[in-house]
């Protein structure tokens, strides 16, 4: 196991902001980073590690809003989503005020991952799987030497993402979870957007949406 996970719970919606750690390395990569900036740099510190880059799964604003100011206050590139998630990057500002969070700024990552991108922390690699259906460009970060995947808002502990989101997809997000997902194994280890953690065969045995009896 090379790979530790540090939760930072960020903004009223509870988001999961996961600190990813290279323990050989001592680098980090901040997914999901929605708000709460100083709650993240405190965790950053504590920890004793060097930030590398910013991941997102996915354009909604808790997942997503506290990435520009994080980005440039650390110095470092933010890669991810799919770029079909452009549509929602650009109506952050929009986001912010349906919402009520503070006001967000739109912009564009460093890099837009595609299925099958690998993205590095330390010496740590990780699968890129664009799952959608939550949003079109949703994408789910995935280490097979460590068992684990971060799966944002499409797949949740006894739940699943909605799809009642502009340009959401039920069909697409079921297919995703059972065709990209569930067929890592049983003992991979996911951390959801909200919620606690659970294992792709804890859900396939009782998840009411996704699970073999649904």
């Not at 079909?84 to 109506?91: M, N």
């Amino acid at each position: 196991m090379t790979l530790k996970v540090l939760l930072v719970p960020v903004t009223p919606f509870e988001q999961n902001c996961s600190i990813l750690i290279c323990e050989e390395t001592l680098k980090a990569a901040i997914v999901d980073p929605g708000g709460d900036l100083p709650r993240i740099l405190q965790a950053l510190s504590n920890a004793n590690v060097t930030p590398e880059k910013i991941l997102l799964t996915h354009g909604h604003i808790d997942h997503c809003a506290g990435a520009p100011a994080l980005s440039k206050e650390l110095n470092i590139p933010i890669e991810g989503p799919h770029e079909a998630e452009r549509f929602w990057l650009e109506q952050l500002p929009m986001q912010s005020q349906r919402f009520g969070f503070p006001q967000a700024e739109s912009f564009e990552p460093n890099r837009w991952l595609v299925d099958g991108d690998q993205v590095t922390v330390g010496n740590v690699h990780l699968d890129v799987k664009h799952c959608p259906g939550h949003t079109p460009g949703h994408v789910v970060f995935y280490s097979a030497n460590d068992s684990l995947a971060v799966v944002g808002d499409v797949l949740f502990a006894g739940s699943i993402g909605r799809t009642d989101f502009p340009r959401g997809n039920h069909a697409d997000l079921i297919r995703a979870i059972k065709e990209k997902l569930f067929p890592l194994g049983d003992d991979i280890v996911f951390v959801p957007g909200h919620g606690p953690t659970s294992t792709f065969g804890q859900e396939r045995k009782t998840n009411p949406y996704v699970g073999d009896g649904a």
